[in-house]
């Protein structure tokens, strides 16, 4: 298949609302280590810029909810920020943006459907917006994440309590066990772990989430569960 650089950059670009100045800071957002030969843990790959991406879009976002809710106190505030930055948030916004056709990865992990993973397409939001804050400062990062994530304010995601939190309480309603979680496996090279956590009750069926953490893991494990059970995660 020929492949079209140029047009691929324009076109990834034009979605996410950024002309790179610096291409090669949009390249490696989009490149997982395993595209790279020998994995090195400090190759131009996006995991540092996931970790500063992941604090700009922190910051910029608690900024957002300083303003935007006057009267709410630190707890409600924290409530919404941790449902606003959290990796599934980030990998619908990815997908808004497109991203998934143009992330560079590794021959395996690409016959094994990894492109579509919620965890690597949080992890190369962040590394997006590292990319532009780092290409263009925090006012081009700010712009971006508003126009990203501010709509989730509007639609009603704010009010999301964290699955974990959601499915148990929902256990303890019903009389149930709480949830426990199991770690079913995990792959990776030791500095790029991605587990697979069960989320599991008894008499139902486990559920399972992935995350480049076990705590991540978690709650995507949980969301699962309250997905495929049909209970309502809102508050």
Same mark, same amino acid.
């Given at each position: ?21 610096? &291409?090669?800071?949009?390249? +490696? %957002? #989009?490149?997982?280590? *395993?595209?790279? /030969?020998?994995?090195? $843990? ?94 263009? &400062?925090?006012?081009?990062? +700010? %712009? #971006?994440?508003?126009? *990203?994530?501010? /709509?989730?304010?509007? $639609? ?80």
């Amino acid at each position: 298949m020929t492949r079209r650089p140029a047009l691929e950059r324009s076109d990834l670009e034009a979605s996410i609302g950024h002309i790179f100045g610096n &291409g090669e800071l949009l390249t +490696r %957002a #989009l490149t997982h280590i *395993s595209a790279l /030969p020998g994995t090195p $843990a400090s190759g131009p790959h996006y995991q540092r810029m996931e970790f500063l991406g992941d604090r700009v879009l922190g910051l910029v976002i608690a900024d957002l909810l300083y303003r935007t809710f006057p009267d709410e106190d630190e707890g409600a505030l924290s409530r919404r920020l941790a449902d606003l930055v959290r990796k599934e948030a980030c990998a619908e916004v990815a997908e808004a943006w497109g991203v998934s056709p143009y992330i560079r990865l590794g021959t395996g992990e690409k016959q094994s459907g990894m492109r579509k993973k919620t965890a690597l397409l949080g992890d190369v939001c962040e590394a997006l917006i590292a990319a532009v804050y780092l290409d263009a &400062g925090l006012e081009a990062a +700010r %712009a #971006l994440i508003e126009r *990203s994530f501010g /709509p989730r304010l509007a $639609a009603g995601h704010r009010s999301r309590r964290d699955a974990k939190s959601a499915l148990q309480e929902w256990a303890m309603g019903k009389g149930l066990v709480i949830p426990l979680y199991r770690e079913v496996r995990r792959t990776g090279p030791d500095h790029a772990p991605v587990f697979v956590i069960a989320a599991e009750i008894p008499g139902f069926e486990p559920a399972e989430g992935e995350g480049t953490s076990k705590k991540t893991a978690e709650h995507a494990a949980a969301a699962e569960f309250l997905r495929r059970e049909g209970i309502e995660e809102l508050a």
